[in-house]
């Protein structure tokens, strides 16, 4: 299940980086092609499969399953070359993305920092 065997915790948060990973780059790339007419946003879709997962009744084992998804957003298009991001919202999304992928980089370093601790009889 991860590192640190059986710790659903640690399994959930470097899950939750990879997702953030991944969203990252997903609106770098909105963001680069902010100007291509034609281009259609990317969205990244991941906590509300976790939820899912979690809330039902979902083996823990197969938490590995649910993984991050990419979808184009493919209905809206606000301008008349078709090109549907919004460079503002896309800032802000980045900003979020960011914060999120940091909180969960000091949750592992506060974790890996007790294991630390309680190898060290502390």
Known sequence: MGLVRGDLTYFLLKKSLDAYFLRHKVI???IANADTPGFKR????????LKKA??????????EEVKPEIVLDLNSSWRE????????????????SSLQYNLCIQLIDKKFQRIK???QGK
Do not use: R, T, W
């Open 54 to 63: 979690l809330g039902g009744n979902f083996p823990l084992n197969k938490l």
């Open 117 to 119: 601790m309680a190898i």
């Open 81 to 96: 070359d078709f090109n549907n991001v919004d460079i503002e919202k896309e800032m802000v999304n980045l900003s979020k």
């Open 28 to 30: 770098a790339n909105n």
């Open 42 to 49: 990317g969205e990244v879709i991941f906590e509300e499969k």
